[in-house]
Antibody, heavy 122, light 107 residues
Framework: QVQLVESGGGVVQPGRSLRLSCAAS????????MHWVRQAPGKGLEWVAV????????YYVDSVKGRFTISRDNSKNTLYLQMKSLRGEDTAVYYC???????????????WGQGTLVTVSS | AIQLTQSPSSLSTSVGDRVTITCRAS??????LAWYQQKPGKAPKLLIY???SLENGVPSRFSGSGSGTDFTLTISSLQPEDFATYYC?????????FGQGTKLEIK
């Protein structure tokens, strides 16, 4: 069965960096695009970024452009989100999610991880 | 960026009720819309994609319709497990975006 397990969250000071990981299993990771979606405490969902199955294309929400980098290691079945210059408004649960497009990008998310909490605070 | 506006933001309903949630896009998005259900402390769950396609395993009481700028999610007969928050998401153009959510509460 498809499993996505995020890790790397925690408390970090404003301006610092953090890298999130998402370990995938139960499917051929290298054939699917992947998304990051976040949710601030008590708030709605915010789409953050997507990376295509081969890493050839990456897209971001404007609020994280230039600060966050999505990447993947298909040999390790792992998705990453490198976050730099963190701000208070980045505080959220970060979910990784699979795009169901096979060697393509469908744009929505069919499987989700349980999320990892990032708290940006001094 | 495309904005999605859901209405209502919250709704008090009863088991057995027919419920309709609306999602309006700030510009045309063809049929590039998905609907998700989220329960407290849990990850979202995909219900509908491509505006009207039912995800495998999702009960048939859920249905989606619309294209262009106006979309609806309908639950034909609300069940106890359906009390949750629902989100629409557009994937017509980057950056993708979600609506603000609609919370279904027990009357």
């Amino acid at each position: 069965q498809v499993q996505l397990v995020e890790s790397g969250g925690g408390v970090v000071q404003p301006g610092r960096s953090l890298r999130l990981s998402c370990a995938a299993s139960g499917f051929t990771f290298s054939s699917y695009g992947m998304h990051w979606v976040r949710q601030a405490p008590g708030k709605g969902l915010e789409w953050v970024a997507v990376i295509w199955y081969d890493g050839s294309n990456k897209y971001y929400v404007d609020s994280v452009k230039g600060r966050f980098t999505i990447s993947r290691d298909n040999s390790k079945n792992t998705l990453y989100l490198q976050m730099k210059s963190l701000r208070g408004e980045d505080t959220a649960v970060y979910y990784c999610a699979r795009d169901p497009g096979y060697f393509n990008s469908s744009g929505y998310c069919d499987y989700w991880g349980q999320g990892t909490l990032v708290t940006v605070s001094s | 960026a495309i904005q999605l506006t859901q209405s209502p933001s919250s709704l008090s309903t009863s088991v057995g009720d027919r419920v309709t949630i609306t999602c309006r896009a700030s510009q045309g998005i063809s049929s590039a819309l998905a609907w998700y259900q989220q329960k407290p402390g849990k990850a979202p769950k995909l219900l509908i994609y491509d505006a009207s396609s039912l995800e495998n395993g999702v009960p048939s009481r859920f249905s989606g319709s619309g294209s262009g700028t106006d979309f609806t999610l309908t639950i034909s007969s609300l069940q106890p497990e359906d009390f949750a928050t629902y989100y629409c998401q557009q994937f017509n153009s980057y950056p993708y975006s979600f609506g603000q959510g609609t919370k279904l509460e027990i009357k």
